[in-house]
């Protein structure tokens, strides 16, 4: 399928996602970009028209010049503020630009595969495997388009949640049958980390020790050229923007230079909910698909600071709990992610008639569509306590348990 571009162009807007989210809606395919993209790599993308997206407060001091250049390609053109309605978008989209409408889940899929197929050949991949959403739905679509050629390599790092990486080997090993090779490297990952507690110095170590895991197993099963990764549209937004860096995230900004790879990202245009979409169509089970989402960094980014063994218990534990009765209150599939961090704080405590001096731990639950925005979820107070009283009984070396009601922005949705 020859696709249709929508390309916006970001002028300093503060939510550049509304615009991209109401074009995938109306099934356009669409990409923001920095509008100080060259006019060289624009007219490469060939698109069918032009979104101008920016407000009076942020757009930069040489829009003016770049709008007139840009004006000039000769496809129609929209400027987009605070004051257009999602009605008016799709009225250029449609009556304007005539845009087929035909990017749907199915077309997304049959176009992925013809151009995994042509990228790859004849050669050989390793996935990066997780367990999560975004590297189970990239290895099924990978395996949909080369099948055999594809080994998928799951990395027990010792940042997993609890009872995970047999549930990994359950699933793809046995259930999917694709070839599956599980690394136990917890005390590699974990001595490499020892000490460390700057959030973007963790987040480096371990995406670069993934890759040499990879590079090293790789080399054990003979020459792999291609490395696939679960990366999604948000990640790569906030880890490369031109207003600065949000977080790197380990699979983008996170990365060594020097891989031994070429990377295969087949989903790195689409959003979190186009990725569950793509998942369902793949034939994936539905509790994976609406499983938890969950960083690649994994507990790393749920203990702030330096990690230890301890405090990944303390999460561990205690994310187990909050899991089990969210879904015993029935409320698993109206919340979008929920968890616990350790955030490195004790504090005095009495447990048995004696004074304590124990962990905090924090609980987060959001509300989202698409991991860019987040609202807090409302839990009802009952449950909080019942989940509070339930971890400082059951998680030895925790005596307080807080609530995070931050939304995103200006929080993020993991607190690293």
């Excluded at 259930?175 to 001595?191: E, P, T, Y």
């Excluded at 490499?192 to 890759?211: Q, S, W």
């Excluded at 590079?215 to 050229?225: N, Q, V």
């Excluded at 009283?389 to 005596?399: A, C, L, P, W």
Aim: proline share 5%.
């Amino acid at each position: 399928m020859k696709k249709q571009l929508l390309l916006i162009l970001d002028f300093g807007a503060h939510n550049n996602q509304k615009v991209a989210k109401i074009a995938r809606a109306a099934n356009v395919y669409c990409e923001v970009k920095p509008y100080n993209i060259s006019l060289n790599d624009i007219k490469n993308m060939n698109p069918k028209a032009l979104i101008f997206i920016g407000d009076e407060e942020t757009t930069e001091p040489d829009a003016p010049e770049k709008e007139a250049e840009l004006k000039e390609l000769g496809v129609p053109v929209m400027e987009y503020g605070n004051q257009k309605e999602e009605e008016q978008v799709k009225s250029f989209i449609f009556d304007k630009c005539s845009f087929s409408g035909g990017w749907t889940t199915q077309a997304f899929i049959d176009d992925m595969v013809e151009q995994i197929r042509a990228q790859v050949g004849d050669k050989k991949v390793l996935c990066a495997l997780s367990g999560g959403v975004d590297s189970s739905v990239a290895a099924a679509l990978v395996h949909r388009a080369i099948g055999d050629q594809l080994t998928c390599i799951f990395v027990n790092h010792g940042l997993m949640r609890k009872n995970e990486p047999e549930q990994v080997e359950e699933l793809f090993g046995k259930q999917f049958n694709m070839k599956l090779i599980s690394i136990d490297a917890v005390d590699r990952f974990l001595d490499k980390l020892a000490g460390v507690d700057d959030p973007e110095k963790k987040r480096k170590i371990i995406g670069e020790e993934f890759i040499r895991v990879f590079e090293e197993e790789s080399r054990r099963l003979g020459k792999m050229d291609f490395l696939v990764q679960g990366t999604i549209y948000p990640d790569i937004i906030e880890s490369v923007s031109n207003k600065g860096v949000v977080k790197s995230h380990h699979n983008v900004g996170g990365l060594p230079e020097d891989i031994d790879f070429e990377l295969l990202e087949p989903l790195k245009w689409l959003f979190k909910d186009e990725v569950r979409e793509v998942g369902e169509a793949l034939g994936i089970p539905h509790e994976q698909v609406w499983r938890q989402p969950f960083p690649g960094p994994g507990l790393g980014v749920r203990v702030v600071g330096a990690i230890t063994r301890e405090k990944l218990n303390y999460v561990r534990e205690s994310d187990s709990i909050l899991r089990e009765e969210i879904k015993n209150a029935g409320l698993e599939k109206s919340i979008w992610q929920y968890f616990t961090v350790c955030p490195g704080c004790k504090s005095v405590g009495v447990k048995d008639g004696k004074r304590t001096y124990e962990q905090a731990i924090v609980l987060r639950a959001i509300l989202s569509s698409d991991a860019m925005t987040a609202d807090v979820a409302e839990l009802p107070y009952t449950l909080l306590t019942r989940i509070a009283t339930r971890i400082v009984d059951e998680v030895d070396g925790v005596n307080r348990v807080m609530y995070d009601i931050t939304p995103k922005p200006p929080g993020t949705i993991e607190w690293e």
